[in-house]
């Protein structure tokens, strides 16, 4: 069995001329390991027909957008917007936060409400092994985990009011 490695590294910004990884991710989508496969993808406005090329044409593939698609070149306001574009449209991309999304999202905590938190992947892409990175990661994952509990808690008062067994509304 061949072996890809599919991987950048020091996310170097790239045109749409210089990214011919895309065969090499067609490839590797096309063993059908059935495991979910995770990208460095520095997405932007030249490259963002791409990804969705892939994700169109591999809807069973579970594809996970490592930092969101961003880094520190590229406008990381239009790199979020390209990437939750594509989550709404295609089920089988998650996006992972870590590093520069981590950043991006404790100083953007309003923008999580325009992605599904259940494709949604914190420190996927982390080795662990820094501390302040990991109070980062605790911080933005509380501030998710209570969006999450109010939403479920405003779901089960109108579920409770609709059975009319409170007739209080919270």
Same mark, same amino acid.
């Given at each position: 069995?061949? *072996? %890809?490695? =599919? =991987?950048?590294?020091?996310? #170097?910004?790239?045109t749409i001329k210089e990214y011919s990884n895309y065969k090499l991710l067609q490839d590797l989508i096309d063993l059908k390991? #059935?495991?979910? *496969?995770? *990208?460095? %993808?520095?997405i932007n406005e030249d490259n963002y027909k791409l990804l969705e090329e892939v994700l169109a044409s591999n809807p069973n593939q579970t594809i996970v957008l490592c930092h969101c698609g961003m880094n520190e070149f590229f406008d990381k306001n239009k790199a979020f917007e390209l990437s939750r574009n594509l989550q709404q449209t295609f089920h089988n991309l998650y996006l992972d936060v870590s590093w520069v999304a981590l950043d991006y999202f404790l100083e953007n905590k309003h923008k999580l409400a325009n992605l599904d938190n259940t494709r949604l992947l914190l420190g996927s892409d982390n080795n662990g092994l820094n501390r302040e990175y990991d109070k980062k990661m605790i911080e933005l994952s509380q501030f998710i985990n209570n969006k999450f509990n109010l939403q479920i808690l405003k779901e089960l008062s109108k579920w409770l009011q609709q059975q009319k067994i409170f007739k209080k509304k919270y």
């Open positions: 069995a061949k *072996i %890809y490695k =599919y =991987y950048r590294s020091r996310h #170097n910004p790239e390991c #059935n495991k979910p *496969i995770f *990208i460095h %993808y520095d």
